[in-house]
T-cell receptor, first 117, second 117 residues
Framework: AQKVTQAQTEISVVEKEDVTLDCVYETRDTTYYLFWYKQPPSGELVFLIRRNSFDEQNEISGRYSWNFQKSTSSFNFTITASQVVDSAVYFCALSEWVDSGYSTLTFGKGTMLLVSP | GAVVSQHPSWVICKSGTSVKIECRSLDFQATTMFWYRQFPKQSLMLMATSNEGSKATYEQGVEKDKFLINHASLTLSTLTVTSAHPEDSSFYIC?????????????FGPGTRLLVL
């Protein structure tokens, strides 16, 4: 069984603050993928990043950065200098390798980020 | 790239009617499409996995006769909510997976809000 835990239900910050969204996962597989998606108020899920289990390099994309630590089964997401447009629900998800394809995504419960001016 | 559309975006219908929702991958071929349901302030719940040319695989607890899924081509999957009732009111989201080597990312449509009166 696999599980994704996003312990932070809601986070409120003021614009320009840095914020880190936590994600902890459980899986028995050695090959798996981790994802972050953003769901703004409009409802559409926006793909942010995919990371495979063999690539522990941290990644930076503009104001976004991700810290993957296999030792603690965590895949945390940091937004630097947050902006009001960052306000959304952020989902962490886990996909395991199954034969020639991939299993379905297991989503965390999401973290609602509110950035105020 | 990797754009998924859904139609319609909003549906209001009377109890007892059937509603069809279309999901299209616009710029890639999707061997597999997924249908999710999301209640307010909750995470996504996978309803079924749809593979092109074969029967959909439904998650436990999802009535296959209630939620008919057809994946007729590599770019189109449809979800029909038959004899809809107020409890079927929800936000339905589809996703499509681009099956490149090593690629497993699901790209999501904008969702369809269904209100059954």
């Amino acid at each position: 069984a696999q599980k994704v835990t996003q312990a932070q239900t809601e986070i409120s910050v003021v614009e320009k603050e840095d914020v880190t969204l936590d994600c902890v996962y459980e899986t028995r597989d050695t090959t798996y993928y981790l994802f972050w998606y953003k769901q703004p108020p409009s409802g559409e899920l926006v793909f942010l990043i995919r990371r495979n289990s063999f690539d522990e390099q941290n990644e930076i994309s503009g104001r976004y950065s991700w810290n993957f630590q296999k030792s603690t089964s965590s895949f945390n997401f940091t937004i630097t200098a947050s902006q009001v447009v960052d306000s959304a629900v952020y989902f962490c998800a886990l996909s395991e390798w199954v034969d020639s394809g991939y299993s379905t995504l297991t989503f965390g419960k999401g973290t609602m980020l509110l950035v105020s001016p | 790239g990797a754009v998924v559309s859904q139609h319609p975006s909003w549906v209001i219908c009377k109890s007892g009617t059937s509603v069809k929702i279309e999901c299209r991958s616009l710029d890639f071929q999707a061997t597999t499409m997924f249908w999710y349901r999301q209640f307010p302030k909750q995470s996504l719940m996978l309803m079924a996995t749809s593979n092109e040319g074969s029967k959909a695989t439904y998650e436990q607890g999802v009535e296959k006769d209630k939620f008919l899924i057809n994946h007729a081509s590599l770019t189109l999957s449809t979800l029909t909510v038959t004899s809809a009732h107020p409890e079927d009111s929800s936000f339905y989201i589809c996703s499509a997976r681009e099956e490149l080597a090593g690629e497993g990312t699901q790209y999501f449509g904008p969702g369809t809000r269904l209100l059954v009166l």
